[in-house]
């Protein structure tokens, strides 16, 4: 069976990475970082078929080791410090792990094994202060935050290991994919999150930023399993995914709250706490690539999406598993 190395296994598109790899017939090895406080509740339904290894993408040495010891044909790194919010408060420790970490990565594919298949998981938010409508692969880059910078340099080391030594490396520039899985602290699992809890009587009020920001929406289950069809394809390439929809964060409180019969103009107010220093106004992408070179398309909708995420919250709350209130970031 191939074997496949996830970084950042444990989060969101990890562990429905590694979810999907099984189901293909690979043995998954899953990079973690050796903290007290290991969280596997995203995988702890198939953690016992997925090998845990600690590593670090601060520590050069100890990925060369685990490529070493392992011998993947294929590397997946979706570690980073991925909270746009706190890539302001924290920029240097952004910059370590979500760009000069993927430099590591390469390096130690480069030294290990330059056949290894690589795959890095850039994102929309290096589009930033977008320089057209939609967002292709060959639309320049404009950053607005330092975990997009720390993206873009992700970006471009890749195609530069890819140019420079022949490296099967790719690029999947991912549009917002979410998920019941997606963090508190971030704005979509904040809105359900919260919205559930309002309709049960656990809250009375959400607080949120720029309700007027809009962004492409898609189900990380889907986004998945184009990381997977770029690694299948005869040459490395770089492709953005998305839906080719873009709807406002007001649309998915609107969205959210009506599935719960709620009025949102009750219950939402807005806090410049939660404005960004520089914001970026509108993503959408042009997934049309993706489509003619990997046969990828989104399955679910915007508003299926939504209704995943309201219907899993209300399932955690009824069950008793009271998750404290959100994080005020």
Known sequence: MPTALITGVTGQDGSYLAEFLLEQGYTVVGMVRRTSTINFDRIRHIQDRIEIVQGDLLDQMSVIGLLQEYRPQEVYNLAAQSFVPTSFTQPVLTGEFTALGVTRMLEAVRIVDPKIRFYQASSSEMFGKVMEVPQRESTPFYPR??????????????????????????????????????????????????????????????????????????????????????????????????????????????????????????????????YRPAEVDLLVGDPSKAGRALGWEPSVTFRELVRLMVDADMAQLQGGQHTPNIPQF
């Open 145 to 274: 935050s330092p975990y997009g910078v720390a993206k873009v340099y992700g970006h471009w080391i890749t195609v530069n290991y890819r140019e420079s030594y022949n490296i099967y490396g790719c690029s999947g520039i991912l549009f917002n994919h979410e998920s019941p899985r997606r963090g508190l602290e971030f704005v979509t699992h904040k809105i359900t999150h919260s919205a559930a809890r309002i309709k049960l009587g656990l809250a009375d009020e959400l607080r949120l930023g720029n309700l007027e920001a809009r962004r492409d929406w898609g189900y990380a289950g889907d986004y998945v399993r184009a990381m997977w069809l770029m690694l299948q394809q005869d040459a490395p390439d770089d492709y953005v995914v998305a839906t080719g929809e873009t709807h406002s964060v007001q649309e998915f409180v609107e969205e959210a709250f009506a599935y719960l019969d709620l009025d949102w103009r009750a219950h939402v107010t807005q806090d410049q706490k939660f």
